[in-house]
């Protein structure tokens, strides 16, 4: 039913599916987007993001204090301050030396394209809890939320007036700050451009992908070995590389659709043409030995 090559691509791909599984079991919250502001609510028009985004990469580069704005529509069946503190942890948020980490979370439920509901947390890291405790907490989560009840317009003011707020409250404590080294060009590089670099390794495991076929049905399938070597490599690579997974998971998908488009793209397709049964055979019959036999004793008579 299927060609060896597809049986070997199909085998491929669902080990790939297995090991994903295994690695990746399921989760509450979602995985890190590799950004600081993540609408996963639908709350913010895009060039809102945007701004808040860069506020937020700001107030990192000049106090070291990670502070993310998130809104979701759905809690995974946890309710606010569970979520809160499992996002918080999973993304890691806040430096490790002095876990300065700070969430603005809002859950929103829309009914239509103005009105809906919603609950808001701020999940304060345990580095922080001395530059802003529970009621300070309290009083900038009713500065955000007066913007919030004014509208769906209003969302990104809530926002902003929480961002300053709480930024008001830490930018001259020094307990805050990290001592941890900033990260290395490269990585910024990479949560910038991760879709670009999977993108890259994708064509160079597609390639891989192809060669590893063509040696695996060659006469010395034993050389199958080395692009094998080579795909584990990327993947490895595209694993440790971005600790988003944004490259890993890019790089997984252009190397299988490439492999596939790479594969169509060497196949023929039937013009739909037919036969009426026309044209010619031949066909060379050889005598067996009992026939070559009795010509030897046919022609010894004769002679």
Known sequence: MFSPRTKVLLFTSMTFLVLLGLAFPVRAVPMHPGYMCADFGHALWGYEEEYLEEYCRNIDIETTVELYIVTTNDLEGLDLERYAYEL????????????????????????????????????????????????????????????????????????????????????????????????????????????????????????????????????????????????????????????????????????FGGTAAFSGATRVIGGGGGTAGGGFSYRLSRPNKGEIKWAAQVLRLSA
């Open 88 to 255: 918080f942890n999973a993304w890691g948020i806040g430096k490790a030396d002095v876990n300065n980490g700070l969430l603005m979370l809002l859950y929103i439920t829309w009914y239509n394209e103005i009105d809906f509901d919603y609950e808001f947390r701020i999940e304060v890291g345990q580095g922080m809890e001395g530059a802003i405790t529970d009621s300070e907490a309290g009083d900038i989560t009713n500065i955000t939320v007066t913007h919030f009840n004014m509208g769906e317009s209003h969302i990104y003011d809530g926002f902003e007036a929480g961002l300053i707020a709480l930024y008001d409250q830490f930018k001259d404590d020094p307990t805050v700050r990290s001592q941890l080294p900033p990260p290395h060009p490269f990585t910024l590089w990479v949560l910038n451009n991760g879709q670009l670099l999977g993108f890259i390794l994708g064509i160079i495991l597609a390639i891989d992908f192809r060669m590893m076929f063509y040696m695996l049905f060659s006469k010395n399938p034993g050389t199958f070995c080395i692009p094998l070597f080579i795909a584990i490599g990327v993947l490895a690579l595209a694993w440790f590389i971005d600790p988003t997974l944004t490259v890993f998971f890019t790089t997984l998908l252009v190397g």
